[in-house]
């Protein structure tokens, strides 16, 4: 099948990849002339496992091309997948949707045969209907079918996740559409994966509900460890013990920073706002959201405790500053709140990350990147393990602390306590 693309930012250009891996013909449009040069020269605009390799390989093949020219891609193309940003509008809450309605206009002016438009974005329940709307000014309700497929990627695990979804949803009120979808996506579903067809205001309902939850089982985890913390119980006893049980499932139950990344805090306040809109009061889901911007806060004020209230001039070292590991992906991490406060408490900031240096603490006074696990800890006071990456489990602090013992703060519960300590080394964790 012939598809289109439009947006290569981490959906857009995951999923076009990967389709053209299962042999489809896949145009990726972005607006970004400069992206989309470096695409065709190989070099990938996002940190992503084994995505380098598939933009060369299906490239050099032909079925992956890169443009500029959206008109000319929606022509050729006979199933077009909107995947530009859905941001939180500025000073709100709600979905901003300028990127999608613009797009819907350049696909209303460009329908030159039957389309199939696809949303992959993240949007509110009824954007369909609204996009819909757009498309039938100037063309007939025959001539293109609105679908809604939300993606459910992890960053870091994206191209796992394609091959090998959960689920697929398919939100489509007619047969006909409902049919080449399931065409589409048959090498999946003939490897197990688990195909739903919905209406579409229910597919996209889908997409924020998941979140949600994931949001909220964080949340929750972390609110127990806070518990945890104050009775001497270790959270991770507590995590299995849930997790165990079939209903629950073990999987975000790992206590830590707060919630970050592209999605969870976004679709969190969209669905929040998109209740309001419909009068329906999502109470379970505003809380989440207030807990999970204070646990930040809640951090800073164990740092504070554990440097015995006296950080000016200490030194202290981050250790990875994404949101998570296997991602360069910086949105709403901790890292962003935790480290200007820091700094005006008089803090010397130090970080490594393996996705190296981060424009986002460019402007700050006393924070500085450094290119090794090694050199980022010399002389440090107090060291943070932020991200989990690989990198950072199995570090020989014995041999990095140079006779001075450095406090280690293990933000993601990667060693046992009772070993650290055996070395020496003063060592906080997360509830436990």
Request: glycine content about 6%; charged content about 25%; aromatic content about 8%.
């Amino acid at each position: 099948m012939k598809l289109c693309m439009i947006g290569t930012g981490y959906v857009g250009l995951v999923s076009g990849v990967c389709f053209a891996d299962l042999g489809n013909d896949v145009v990726c449009v972005d607006k970004d002339s400069s992206k989309i040069k470096s695409l065709k020269n190989g070099i990938v605009p996002i940190f992503e496992p084994g995505l380098s390799e598939l933009v060369i390989k299906n490239y050099r093949n032909k079925r992956l091309t890169f443009s500029t020219n959206l008109k000319e891609s929606i022509e050729n193309s006979d199933i077009i997948f909107i995947c530009v940003g859905t941001p939180t509008k500025k000073n709100g809450t709600s979905a901003d949707l300028s990127q999608i309605y613009n797009v819907a206009q350049t696909i209303g002016s460009s329908i030159n045969k039957f389309k199939i438009i696809i949303t992959k974005s993240t949007v509110p329940v009824t954007t369909g209907d609204d996009i819909e709307k757009i498309l039938l000014k100037k063309n007939s309700r025959k001539s293109f079918s609105v679908v809604s497929n939300p993606e459910f990627l992890r960053e870091g695990e994206a191209i796992r996740d394609f091959i090998f979804p959960d689920r697929i949803v398919i939100g489509s009120n007619d047969k006909k559409t409902n049919r080449i979808m399931k065409n589409l996506y048959s090498p999946l579903i003939s490897k197990g994966a688990q195909y739903i067809h919905t209406s579409r205001r229910a597919a996209e309902l889908i997409k924020y509900s998941s979140n949600a939850f994931l949001a909220t089982k964080i949340t929750f985890i972390n609110e127990i460890a806070n518990l945890c913390e104050k009775t001497d119980i270790n959270i991770e006893d507590i995590s299995i013990g849930m997790g165990l049980d079939k209903r629950i499932g073990s999987r975000f139950l790992r206590a830590g920073p707060a919630y970050g990344g592209s999605c969870f805090p976004k679709d969190t306040k969209a669905i929040i706002s998109t209740g309001k809109r419909f009068k329906t009061n999502l109470t379970l889901i505003n809380s989440v959201i207030k807990s999970n911007e204070n646990r930040s806060n809640l951090l800073l004020n164990r740092v504070n405790e554990i440097l015995n209230k006296k950080i000016k001039n200490k030194k202290i070292t981050f250790l990875g500053v994404t949101f998570k590991a296997n991602t360069d992906d910086m949105r709403d991490s901790s890292c962003l709140k935790m480290i200007p406060k820091l700094t005006k408490m008089g803090a010397i900031i130090r970080y490594y990350d393996p996705t190296g240096y981060k424009k986002e603490f460019s402007k700050i006074k006393n924070v500085l990147y450094i290119d090794s696990i090694k050199k980022s800890v010399e002389g440090a006071d107090l060291v943070i393990i932020h991200t989990e990456w690989n990198d950072f489990k199995s570090i020989n602090f014995k041999n990095l602390s140079k006779g001075k013992k450095f406090i280690i703060y293990d933000m993601r519960n990667i060693y046992s306590p009772s070993k650290i300590k055996a070395q020496g080394f003063k060592y906080f964790s997360i509830g436990r």
